[in-house]
């Protein structure tokens, strides 16, 4: 049986503290704040839902991520010293080992899919197994996006109105 949808409104999630580095500080006292609503099936994904107080600081990437500016702006700053604005509706994609400095001026909210990386040779294998196993199912739906489970308050919320 597959996993069940997962609905959200980032805005309206609770957030916890989650503090970032003090080493990574530049200037401000930023307060950030996040949540993992999904993980999937395989713990190599998540989505996150993260904001952020005025502030500026370092950032560096374990993790590749794909974010979504839900409100508010940051500027950020990539390791060629380029500046970009990212608002309300813009995604960025920031690869594993990467670095940027954010300037947050008063507050920013996102939604962040998260990946490990997996070495290219595994990724092959991976969509060879996925494909012979639609082959023998007899699965055929285009694009299969993972298999995402909810985390935390997203999962009570799910589980109370099943």
């Known amino acids: 049986m597959p996993a069940p949808v997962i609905f959200a409104k980032p805005s309206a ?11 990574w500080v ?23 839902v993260w904001s952020c107080t005025a502030g500026r600081f370092n950032w560096y990437y374990s993790v590749e991520e794909t974010l979504h500016i839900i409100a508010g702006e940051v500027f950020v700053t990539n390791e060629k010293d380029e500046v970009c604005r990212l608002g309300p509706g813009d995604m960025a994609f920031f690869p594993s080992g990467s670095r940027s400095v954010w300037h947050v001026p008063q507050h920013v909210l996102k939604l962040a899919v998260c990946r490990h990386r997996m070495p290219r040779r595994f990724g092959l294998a991976l969509r060879v197994w996925n494909k012979a196993f639609d082959v023998l199912t007899g699965f055929s739906a285009g694009y299969a996006a993972p298999d995402y489970r909810p985390v935390g308050a997203v999962a009570d919320v799910q589980a109370r109105a099943a």
């Open 13 to 23: 999630i609770e957030l916890p503290d989650d503090p970032i580095r003090q080493d």
């Open 26 to 48: 530049i200037e401000g006292a930023p307060r950030v704040r996040s949540k993992r609503v999904a993980e999937s099936g395989d713990g190599t994904s998540s989505v996150m």
